[in-house]
């Protein structure tokens, strides 16, 4: 049974930092892309950031570039968010997934995904 369980979300002020976590049991860790998604009560899953299982390569939404960073520890079967200068409009829903494929933005492509961490980011 797959599980990816996040953590580290909360409340920040604007500028701040936050370090999201996600941590898989289930799944042959390294040979799935992993990524994170967002979603506003309302509105579509929107894509994040991912990280290839093949290469390590990262691909981030233009809405996060130069502020958040993806990592991964095929070790400990964790991949991570550094989310820095925090803005309101990244407040929501942070999901952890989980892909097969070497690199994807879309939801239908990824398999696995967490229950999610709320991020609420104030004035």
């Known amino acids: 049974q797959v599980q990816l369980v996040e953590s580290g979300g909360g409340l920040v002020q604007a500028g701040g930092s936050l370090r999201l976590s996600c941590a898989a049991s289930?799944?042959?860790?390294?040979?799935?892309?992993m990524a994170w998604f967002r979603q506003v009560l309302g509105k579509e899953r929107e894509f994040v950031v991912a990280?290839?299982?093949?290469?390590?390569?990262?691909y981030y939404a233009d809405s996060v570039k130069g502020r958040f960073t993806i990592s991964r520890d095929n070790g400990k079967n964790s991949v991570y968010l550094q989310m820095d200068a925090l803005k309101p409009e990244d407040t929501a829903v942070y999901y952890c997934?989980?892909?097969?494929?070497?690199?994807?933005?879309?939801?239908?492509?990824?398999?696995?995904w967490g229950q999610g961490t709320q991020v609420t980011v104030s004035q």
């Open positions: 289930g799944l042959s860790f390294g040979d799935y892309t």
């Open positions: 990280i290839s299982w093949r290469d390590g390569r990262t």
């Open positions: 997934a989980a892909s097969a494929a070497p690199m994807s933005t879309a939801p239908y492509e990824y398999l696995h």
